[in-house]
Every structure is written in structure tokens, then in C-alpha cells.
């Protein structure tokens, strides 16, 4: 019985010894990559986790490497002690929580009008969004500051209240209020992402919802927003990592409210601990804890979080 020609085509790359080469090459060097970039990503969480349970006994033991030998809890009640970690936690929850639900309102909103709103200049403008991704925040770090410490509104407050100014360092009033006017941390890119994202939205649906009378900000709510779930996704998610690791903003606007990426830069001169190796123990067993949170969050949403960064063309 004589085969198709389609079928011995098929056999012979099957037991081709290049083709196979070549296959497994690629397989052995895709599971290295993979192996080597889950080294370097969970590595430095590994070696976090087991020093956090380390006791000091420990450190000079050289057999000693992940597993401890005396479990402790000593070191994550120094840690929390020495940053104050409840209050720290609860100032950076009600930070990253708020920027980020006001940012994904402003970004959304200047983004649309980016995307379906055709008015002169509208590209210019665009561009200069853009621009903010590009400039470094330490160039504008005096005018913002300046701007915060001596609020007046463009004049409003003098005019309304007879006050000079007011004071808005060592509140949370300077993150509001450049998440609300789309002026905060990465805010540029999150309204890029929206941009393609809703350009990517048939404008049928718009065309539809504006025959029945719905205006503008009505078919953001409950025609275009409904259908750009990844995008919020991935803002969401953007924005509250970026603003609980950040370090800069904070350390401009608070003084005296105690953050977490401000506790742990200080947390060296808080320690009470001359040896240096074990305080170095400790300041991971801090950096553990702020890792904590984030940690939670990706578990619940990491499934939600990889559909919507490719659904937002983030990947090109």
C-alpha cells in the first residue's frame, strides 16, 4: 500500500535528526531563559524570606544557608518596631489607594478626549504628555514644591479666605491633587495607554450610544469605560506599585507622616544594633515586609493583570 506524499513528508521530518536538532536547541535554550529569569526575579525573595526567620545565632553558622537552623521571630518585631509598621502601612495603603483610583478618573478622562475628541492642537498637546514621560521629576522638583508649600490656587485663596497661601507639605493634598489634574507619578504613560486602548474601541458603539442621546461623559461611564476593563486593569495595577514603591514624591511632600519607602530609607539610624551584618538582617526583614502586600495583591490579580497587558498592545 503506497502512502500519500503528504503523509511521507510528514514521517520524514518527524525523524529528520536536523529538524530535531534544531527543536531541541531551541527548547534547551528557551528553558534556560526562562530558569535564568526566574533566578533573578525570585532569588532576591528567596534570600529575603530566609534571613526574615534567620536568628542571630545564625549569621556565623556556616552551614547555614536557606533553611534556619533557630526559627525566630526577633527579627520581624525589630523590623516592625523600627518603621512603625502598622502606621507606615496604613499611611502608604491610603496613599497608593487613593492616587491610584483618582488617576485611573483623570487619565481616563484626558485620554479619551485624546482619542475621540478632535479639537486644534489636540496633537501638540498629545506630545507634550508624552514629553512628561521623558522628563526626569528632579528637574521641576523646586516649582512643585514651591507650588504645594505656598498653595494659593492661582490667587483664589488670598481673594476668598484673606489668607496669603497654604501650607499643603506634610499632607496628603499634594498627591490628590496631581493624580486629579493628571499630573502625578507616570501619569503620562497610564494616558497613553488609555489613548490606544480606546482608539481601539469601534466607534460604532459611540456613534450608537450618541444617537440615543447620551453625551460625551455619559458614554465614557457606560459605553466605552465598561469595554476597557484591561486598560483599568493595567493602570490599576501600574499605579499602585509604582506609588508604594515610590520614594521621591513622598520624601518632597511628607516630613513628618512616616510611608513606608521613607521608613526603610531610614530605618538603618533607627536600629538599635551595633553589629553591622546583623542590622543587615534586619533592613531585609524590612524590605520583606513592605514586599508583603504587593506580593498578596499579585497572587489575587496576576491572572487579570497578564490578559489585560496583552489586550492593552503595551507588548507592541
Not at 15 to 32: A, D, F, M, Q, S
Not at 96 to 101: E, P, R, V
Not at 146 to 154: G, N, S, W
Not at 203 to 225: W, Y
Amino acid at each position: 500500500m503506497k502512502l500519500p506524499a503528504s503523509r511521507l513528508n510528514l514521517i520524514a521530518d518527524r525523524y529528520n535528526p536536523v529538524e530535531n536538532g534544531k527543536k531541541g536547541l531551541w527548547i534547551t535554550l528557551r528553558t534556560l531563559l526562562i530558569v535564568g529569569f526566574c533566578f533573578i526575579i525570585l532569588f532576591p525573595l528567596f534570600l529575603r524570606l530566609s534571613v526574615a526567620f534567620r536568628s542571630k545565632a545564625d549569621i556565623y553558622d556556616p552551614t547555614v544557608l536557606w533553611i534556619p537552623r533557630h526559627f525566630t521571630l526577633e527579627n520581624i518585631r525589630l523590623a516592625i518596631e523600627s518603621i512603625d509598621y502598622p502606621t507606615a502601612l496604613l499611611h502608604t495603603l491610603l496613599i497608593s489607594g487613593g492616587t491610584t483610583f483618582i488617576q485611573l478618573l483623570s487619565c481616563g478622562f484626558a485620554a479619551y478626549a485624546f482619542a475621540r475628541l478632535k479639537f486644534r492642537g489636540s496633537g501638540l498637546l498629545f506630545v507634550l504628555v508624552l514629553f512628561t514621560i521623558v522628563v526626569p521629576p528632579q528637574t521641576i522638583m523646586i516649582p512643585v514644591y514651591m507650588t504645594y508649600r505656598y498653595f494659593d490656587l492661582f490667587g483664589l485663596v488670598p481673594l476668598l479666605t484673606g489668607r496669603q497661601s497654604f501650607n499643603l507639605i506634610d499632607t496628603f493634598w499634594p498627591f490628590l491633587i496631581s493624580s486629579g489634574t493628571a499630573m502625578g507619578l507616570k501619569n503620562g504613560l497610564y494616558i497613553y495607554i488609555f489613548r490606544q486602548f480606546f482608539r481601539g474601541i469601534p466607534k460604532e458603539l459611540e456613534e450608537a450610544a450618541f444617537v440615543d442621546g447620551s453625551g460625551v461623559i455619559r458614554t465614557f461611564i457606560r459605553v466605552v469605560s465598561p469595554n476597557a476593563i484591561p486598560a483599568f486593569v493595567t493602570v490599576a495595577l501600574f499605579s499602585f506599585v509604582w506609588q508604594w514603591n515610590d520614594s521621591y514624591y513622598v520624601s518632597l511632600f511628607l516630613n513628618r507622616v512616616k510611608v513606608l519607602s521613607t521608613e526603610m530609607m531610614s530605618m538603618g539610624t533607627n536600629l538599635k544594633e551595633p553589629d553591622p551584618i546583623y542590622q543587615l538582617m534586619l533592613l531585609n526583614t524590612g524590605v520583606f515586609l513592605m514586599m508583603i502586600p504587593l506580593i498578596i495583591l499579585y497572587l489575587f490579580v496576576q491572572r487579570h493583570f497578564v490578559e489585560s497587558v496583552e489586550r492593552t498592545g503595551i507588548t507592541g
